[in-house]
């Protein structure tokens, strides 16, 4: 079975850095991915790991550590609109691209 | 513009009635799928599609049916079986083999039963 937890809700100030967690327990494992989801709207792509290590991408990082089962987001310089759900995602082997997704955190910036 | 696009954004349906979900895609793609999000819950699966005339039940097909006659299509017909079906569903395609290739969404359509 598939398992991706994450903390329901975070509360971050504007121009902080913020890091948002991810842990899976997945039958097999070939990618995670994080994606952006404004309220009311479609997802949108943020990044992808599927070795060791961090990926940096302007103001997000993402990390992963297979060993573990877990992943985090890192967002720094933050935005009022940083607001916003992060969804965690894992890519089990066999499934195609296929995506098991968390039920995603809910990040609220504050001045 | 590429892009996959749902249709209607909302909808009411009465008790005991059938709808159709539109989700065309102009991507190129061969990968389809359809989700259901829920208030304080994840992306759950409902059916996916990786070529035309083929496709699978996802997690919570019961209820739901689909058809890929064309690749750039991929609708959703949420049958009077389906016991709660308010909630906001989501369509998204992919490659199909591109480790790195992230979903394509569409905007999604807020289904409620009246």
């Known amino acids: 079975g598939q398992n991706i937890d994450q903390p329901t809700e975070m509360t971050a100030t504007e121009g902080a850095i913020v890091q948002i967690n991810c842990t899976y327990q997945?039958?097999?494992?070939?990618?995670l991915f994080w994606y952006q989801q404004h309220a009311g709207e479609a997802p949108t792509f943020l990044s992808y790991n599927v070795l060791d290590g961090l990926e940096e991408k302007g103001r997000f990082s993402s990390f992963l550590s297979r060993s573990k089962g877990y992943s985090y987001l890192l967002l720094k310089e933050l935005q009022m609109k940083d607001s916003a759900s992060y969804l965690c995602?894992?890519?089990?082997?066999?499934?195609?691209?296929?995506?098991?997704f968390g039920t995603g955190t809910q990040l609220k910036v504050e001045l | 513009d590429g892009g996959i696009t749902q249709s209607p954004k909302y909808l009411f349906r009465k008790e005991g009635q059938n709808v159709t979900l539109s989700c065309e895609q102009n991507?190129?793609?061969?990968?389809m799928y359809w989700y259901r999000q829920d208030p304080g819950q994840g992306l759950r699966l409902i059916y996916y599609s990786q070529i035309v005339n083929d496709f699978q039940k996802g997690d919570i097909a019961e209820g739901y049916s689909v058809s890929r006659e064309k690749k750039e299509s991929f609708p959703l017909t949420v049958t009077s079986a389906q016991k709660n079906p308010t909630a906001f569903y989501l369509c998204a395609s992919s490659e199909v083999g591109m480790a790195s290739e992230g979903y394509t969404f569409g905007s999604g359509t807020r289904l409620t039963v009246v």
């Open positions: 997945t039958s097999g494992f070939n990618g």
């Open positions: 995602a894992v890519r089990p082997t066999g499934g195609g691209n296929k995506l098991t």
């Open positions: 991507l190129n793609h061969d990968a």
